[in-house]
């Protein structure tokens, strides 16, 4: 049978899965089948997930992250693009101020707006730093007229690490938005839900239990592709709240 990738899906990648499961195991007479206990146990975590989910959904300081790392997103965007718009400069010095710029930024690597909440803010700092204090940087900041550019990267960049910690405290103080301790739980249920449908299944000549395995197998590949196709187009990237997932550019 497929293994679901628990740790990579999304929190309502990972919300809608379970879901998806129980109603396939709901679909036969799980009572006769034995399996109501553990049906049971996973429902229970599955809601208080839900629950959870819903309420990250609907936080103010969630909406305000989203916000503030669009706008961190378009500074840095812009920044980037004034700098290479300079490496076509008529005047050769520019075109080596801009050159310089470039590659400073490309030594963090790319995609650099795809990296996790915690990634992008910790790539971000050090790049306005690298640009505050080194010398060639410097130049190229003046003599490009990216101060303005600079500027914005950084005031959107420390008040999205602001926002950040607001959210992180709100979770902990929180115990039910506690996502990371909830999917832990919920992925150990499913995990002995599914070795009880499997165990029976040899046992047992109810043809119920293959039903349910070969749909649950069905559904992972499906969920499992999403991460796959994810991957392949370098956005797995964890992006979750409160998760790193992880947990970890876009919102839940």
Same mark, same amino acid.
């Given at each position: 049978?497929t293994t679901p990738y628990v740790t990579r899906y999304r929190n309502g990648e990972?919300?809608?899965?379970?879901?998806?499961?129980?109603?396939?195991?709901?679909k036969q007479d799980v009572d006769t089948l034995l399996l109501t206990n553990q049906?049971?146990?996973?429902?229970?975590?599955?809601?208080?997930?839900?629950?959870?989910?819903?309420?990250?959904?609907?936080?103010?300081?969630?909406?305000?992250?989203?916000?503030?790392?669009?706008?961190?997103? *378009?500074?840095?965007?812009?920044? *980037?693009?004034?700098?290479?718009?300079?490496?076509?400069?008529?005047?050769?010095?520019?075109?080596?101020?801009?050159?310089?710029?470039?590659?400073?930024?490309?030594?963090?690597? *790319?995609?650099?707006?795809?990296?996790?909440?915690?990634?992008?803010?910790?790539?971000?700092?050090?790049?306005?730093?690298?640009?505050?204090?080194?010398?060639?940087?410097? !130049?190229?900041? !003046?003599?490009?007229?990216?101060?303005?550019?600079?500027?914005?990267?950084?005031?959107?960049?420390?008040?999205?690490?602001? *926002?950040?910690?607001?959210?992180?405290?709100? !979770?902990?103080?929180?115990?039910?938005?506690?996502?990371?301790?909830?999917?832990?739980?919920?992925?150990?249920?499913?995990?002995?839900? $599914?070795?009880? $449908?499997?165990?029976?299944?040899?046992?047992?000549?109810?043809?119920?239990?293959?039903?349910?395995?070969?749909?649950?197998?069905?559904l992972t590949k499906q969920y499992n592709l999403v991460v796959d196709n994810r !991957?392949?187009?370098?956005?797995?990237?964890?992006?979750?709240?409160?998760?790193?997932?992880?947990?970890?550019?876009?919102?839940?």
């Amino acid at each position: 049978m497929t293994t679901p990738y628990v740790t990579r899906y999304r929190n309502g990648e990972y919300l809608q899965y379970m879901k998806d499961v129980l109603e396939l195991v709901n679909k036969q007479d799980v009572d006769t089948l034995l399996l109501t206990n553990q049906r049971n146990a996973l429902a229970s975590i599955v809601s208080q997930i839900d629950s959870a989910f819903q309420q990250s959904l609907g936080s103010a300081l969630t909406q305000g992250i989203i916000e503030l790392d669009d706008r961190r997103d *378009k500074a840095f965007m812009g920044f *980037k693009s004034v700098i290479n718009g300079f490496t076509y400069h008529f005047d050769t010095a520019k075109q080596v101020h801009a050159q310089n710029a470039l590659l400073a930024i490309d030594n963090y690597g *790319k995609d650099i707006t795809r990296k996790s909440y915690q990634e992008e803010t910790a790539i971000v700092s050090s790049l306005v730093n690298d640009f505050e204090s080194q010398p060639e940087l410097i !130049t190229a900041v !003046t003599e490009l007229n990216l101060t303005d550019w600079l500027n914005e990267l950084k005031i959107a960049n420390t008040a999205f690490a602001s *926002k950040y910690l607001e959210r992180v405290g709100e !979770t902990a103080a929180n115990p039910l938005a506690n996502l990371v301790e909830l999917r832990s739980q919920a992925t150990i249920a499913y995990r002995i839900l $599914i070795s009880h $449908i499997q165990a029976h299944q040899v046992l047992n000549t109810n043809a119920a239990y293959s039903i349910i395995i070969d749909e649950v197998d069905v559904l992972t590949k499906q969920y499992n592709l999403v991460v796959d196709n994810r !991957t392949s187009s370098n956005t797995d990237s964890p992006i979750d709240l409160p998760i790193d997932d992880g947990i970890t550019g876009e919102a839940v």
